[in-house]
């Protein structure tokens, strides 16, 4: 059997690391805002690669992720250009972290997979069975107050 016939393992099974096109956005002090990226990301076997693109240019994704504890850490690599060390916790809702340029640059970061809604932002569920006409759990109309009451 030669190295091109040897079997590719699975990407990951674990819903926390599903491997494909992933979105998000970094934040740097210097420059306010949200700054957008998007990326498409391949998890096999605690190995995390990729390629993706923000702002700054076109990069490669290079690291480890732990099924035990969610942790990821990775270097961007901008092609032709500087590399950006991410470290982040994957708990289900994307991943989210730091990133570094040592010894200046650092902020924070959230991607999260193609899809799903922005964790970042609040989203209000509000549920509520509308009481049958009659129903005791009806609310009673409230009583007019009679103009001048409660003026003695």
């Known amino acids: 059997m030669s190295e091109t016939d040897t079997p590719i393992p ?3 099974a674990d819903p926390r690391f599903p491997s494909g096109p992933w979105v998000g956005f970094f934040l740097q002090k210097e420059l306010p805002g ?3 990226m998007e990326l498409h990301l391949t998890f096999r ?3 995390l690669s990729g390629e993706g693109r923000d702002r700054v240019g076109l ?3 290079r690291g480890r ?3 035990e ?3 990821c ?3 961007k690599s901008y092609v032709g250009r500087h590399d950006v060390f991410y470290s982040g916790f994957n708990e289900g809702k994307g991943i989210w972290g730091t990133w570094e340029i040592a010894p200046i640059h650092k902020g924070g970061f959230y991607i999260w997979p193609e899809g799903m809604p922005d964790p970042t932002q609040q989203r209000l569920k509000a549920e509520a069975d509308v009481p049958a006409p009659g129903d005791p ?3 009673p109309e409230e009583e007019p107050i009679p103009a001048g009451a409660g003026m003695e």
Do not use: C, K
């Open 69 to 71: 504890d969610g942790s």
């Open 10 to 12: 699975p990407t990951e």
């Open 34 to 36: 949200r700054h957008g």
């Open 45 to 47: 076997q605690g190995v």
């Open 65 to 67: 992720y732990s099924l």
């Open 137 to 139: 759990a009806e609310v």
């Open 73 to 75: 850490h990775w270097v």
């Open 59 to 61: 990069f490669l994704v």
